[in-house]
């Protein structure tokens, strides 16, 4: 079992900056990878960026080059640090955490809303 908890997210404006936190508990060693989703009005639930327990980062093309996926030295604390923030990164983002192949634990999910 692992419990995610998502904190960070609020009300920002176009060009600001915002940093997103997860906090894990329970079975946090089985975790073979940490992820950030997010669900934008109209759209689909994507993948944003993620990072392995080796330390290995994926982002969504979308946002590579302005969010940065981070972890403290453990898999948890797991960061994501949004930069250049954009209306159209306005979304509900999820942290998750995946044993294998697929993301099987989430957070509640904290908003995000950039203004123009």
């Known amino acids: 079992q692992v419990q995610l908890v998502e904190s960070g997210g609020g009300l920002v404006q176009a060009g600001g900056s915002l940093r997103l936190s997860c906090a894990a508990s329970?079975?946090?060693?089985?975790?073979?990878?940490m992820a950030w989703h997010r669900q934008a009005p109209g759209k689909q639930r994507e993948l944003v960026a993620r990072?392995?327990?080796?330390?290995?980062?994926n982002y969504a093309d979308s946002v590579r080059g302005r969010f940065t996926i981070s972890r403290d030295n453990a898999e948890t604390p797991t960061y994501l640090q949004m930069n250049s923030l954009k209306p159209e990164d306005t979304a509900v983002y999820y942290c998750?955490?995946?044993?294998?192949?697929?993301?099987?634990?989430w957070g509640q999910g904290t908003q995000v809303t950039v203004s123009s």
């Open positions: 329970g079975s946090i060693y089985s975790i073979n990878a």
């Open positions: 998750a955490s995946a044993t294998t192949y697929e993301y099987d634990h």
């Open positions: 990072i392995t327990r080796r330390g290995m980062t």
